[in-house]
C-alpha cells in the first residue's frame, strides 16, 4: 500500500445530488490523478493535479471538478450525479511526471447513483 | 496519442498451466510500458515495467514480459500459474518525452482453475 486512503470506500447516492470523493496521501508526492474504472474500459483519466492549485482535465473530464489544497488532499467532486457516474474510482500519485514513474493507487470508492 | 489494445477480455487457464496476456499499443513517439495487477476489491498494483535496456522484463509473482518493438507488443507470461493468480490484469502505456498520460487497456480477466 503506497500511504493513499481514499473515502468513502462505498457510496449510493441519487441524481441530481453533489457528491465529493476524497484522496489523502502521506507519501508528499507531487501527482495525483482521478481515474474511472468501467467494464470495457479499463481506466480513464478524469483529471490530475501537478501541483497545490494545479489541476487539469483527462480523457473524460465532463461533470466533474477537483480541487487540492493541501498536497496531501485531492477531492473530486460530482456537481450534479447522474446514472452514468456511477463506477469505481480510482486515485493515484506519481513521485514525478517522467513517464518512468510509476503511479500508484488507492484501493477505490464505489459510487452508485439511483 | 498513445492506445492500448488488450487482445483477450478473458483468459481461463488451469492450475500450473502456462499463460500469456496479449497487449499491443499504438504510439508516434518512444513509450513506457507497464502491467497492473489487480485482486477483487482491490486497487492496482504494478506487477512490471519497461523502461528501457532488456527487451525481457522480469516482475513480481514469477511474471515476465517481452517488449517487441517491431510489433508493438508488450506480452504478459508465466510459466505455471497459481490459483492466486486470478486477477485483471491491465497493460498501459506512457510517452517517455515530457509529461504524458498513462493510457489503459480495457483489461484481461485471468481465471485460474483447479
Known amino acids: 500500500d503506497a500511504g493513499i486512503t481514499q473515502s468513502p470506500r462505498h457510496k449510493v447516492t441519487e441524481t441530481g445530488t453533489p457528491v465529493t470523493l476524497r484522496c489523502h496521501q502521506t507519501?508528499?508526492?507531487?501527482?495525483m490523478y482521478w481515474y474511472r474504472q468501467d467494464p470495457g474500459h479499463g481506466l480513464r483519466l478524469i483529471h490530475y493535479?501537478?501541483?497545490?492549485?494545479?489541476?487539469d482535465k483527462g480523457e473524460v473530464s465532463d461533470g466533474y471538478s477537483v480541487s487540492r489544497s493541501k498536497t496531501e488532499d485531492f477531492l473530486l467532486t460530482l456537481e450534479s450525479a447522474t446514472s452514468s457516474q456511477t463506477s469505481v474510482y480510482f486515485c493515484?500519485?506519481?513521485?514525478?511526471?517522467?513517464?518512468?514513474?510509476?503511479?500508484?493507487f488507492g484501493n477505490g470508492t464505489r459510487l452508485t447513483v439511483t | 496519442a498513445q492506445s492500448v489494445t488488450q487482445l483477450d477480455s478473458q483468459v481461463p487457464v488451469f492450475e500450473e498451466a502456462p499463460v500469456e496476456l496479449r497487449c499491443n499499443y499504438s504510439?508516434?513517439?518512444?513509450?513506457?510500458l507497464f502491467w497492473y495487477v489487480q485482486y477483487p476489491n482491490q486497487g492496482l498494483q504494478l506487477l512490471l515495467k519497461?523502461?528501457?535496456?532488456?527487451?525481457l522484463v522480469k516482475g513480481i509473482n514469477g511474471f515476465e514480459a517481452e517488449f517487441n518493438k517491431s510489433q508493438t507488443s508488450f506480452h504478459l507470461r508465466k510459466p505455471s500459474v497459481h490459483i492466486s493468480d486470478t486477477a485483471e490484469y491491465f497493460c498501459?502505456?506512457?510517452?517517455?518525452?515530457?509529461?504524458?498520460?498513462?493510457?489503459f487497456g480495457a483489461g484481461t480477466r485471468l481465471a485460474v482453475h483447479p
Open positions: 493515484a500519485i506519481s513521485e514525478g511526471d517522467r513517464g518512468d514513474s510509476p503511479l500508484h
Open positions: 507519501e508528499n508526492h507531487r501527482y
Open positions: 493535479s501537478y501541483g497545490v492549485k494545479d489541476t
Open positions: 504510439s508516434s513517439v518512444s513509450v513506457y
Open positions: 519497461y523502461l528501457s535496456g532488456s527487451t
Open positions: 498501459a502505456v506512457r510517452g517517455s518525452g515530457g509529461y504524458n498520460k498513462l493510457i
